[in-house]
């Protein structure tokens, strides 16, 4: 299996709400032994490059319409400022065909609002940045009774979370995956939202040694 994990970027991305799940399912650091492939390529309207938030400058890898949906794709779409802007509507198109053919997308901070605004959210639990936040900017969301009031939602094929939620939502993104064993996602999780050194060294406990490997 060779999951094709596709990251939208896009002018004022915020950066850290990709980080822990663009770091882990690029670098396979916790990977389990025989995890399923990942292929991650930034993604955008076109070939020109994007500015982030933080001011670092990422030039996409592909466009949309070079994105394979399958089951085995994953789009991850970050919070930016942007999102209004209609030239984003065409990702916003393959995010509801992604979700149609059983793909995974996950989106985050204002990219829910992107998805809200298409509908995306009128019948699927998720979260986002308050529903008061969705009611404000999506005039025509309709999803309120599915809201969760939680930092990240998995909905099956779906993923949302609010801009403070990035750490769960990338938890949910790599067990929907499956590249992590479960017990070194939950020390992994535990480590990275506390700081306890007790969860770093049983995530370190968790990685399978050398010797198992011969």
């Not at 509801?96 to 609002?113: D, P």
């Not at 509908?119 to 998720?126: A, E, I, K, T």
């Not at 403070?164 to 999780?189: C, P, Q, Y």
Request: net charge negative; with cysteine; aromatic share 10%.
């Amino acid at each position: 299996m060779i999951y094709n994990v596709y990251v939208y970027v896009l002018d004022t991305l915020a950066d850290w709400e990709l980080g822990y799940v663009t770091a882990e399912l690029n670098s396979g650091r916790f990977f389990k032994r025989d995890a399923p492939q990942i292929s991650l390529k930034t993604v955008s309207y076109s070939k020109e490059p994007i500015k982030t938030m933080g001011g670092l400058t990422v030039t996409p890898d592909c466009v949309i319409d070079d994105m394979v949906v399958s089951e085995a794709s994953v789009l991850l779409l970050p919070g930016a400022n942007g999102w209004n802007d209609p030239k984003h509507g065409a990702v916003i198109e393959k995010a509801s065909a992604f979700l149609t053919k059983g793909a995974t997308v996950g989106a985050i901070c204002g990219a829910t609002a992107a998805l809200a605004g298409a509908g995306l959210l009128d019948n699927r639990p998720h979260t986002s940045n308050g529903v008061g936040f969705l009611d404000m900017v999506c005039p025509h969301y309709k999803g309120q009774r599915f809201y969760v009031d939680e930092p990240s939602v998995a909905n099956n094929n779906l993923i949302t979370a609010s801009c403070t939620g990035g750490l769960l939502w990338a938890k949910h993104i790599i067990d929907r995956l499956g590249v992590f064993e479960s017990n070194t996602l939950e020390a992994w999780h535990n480590y990275f939202s506390t700081g306890r050194p007790e969860h770093f060294f049983a995530l370190m406990q968790t990685l399978p040694s050398e010797e198992e490997g011969l």
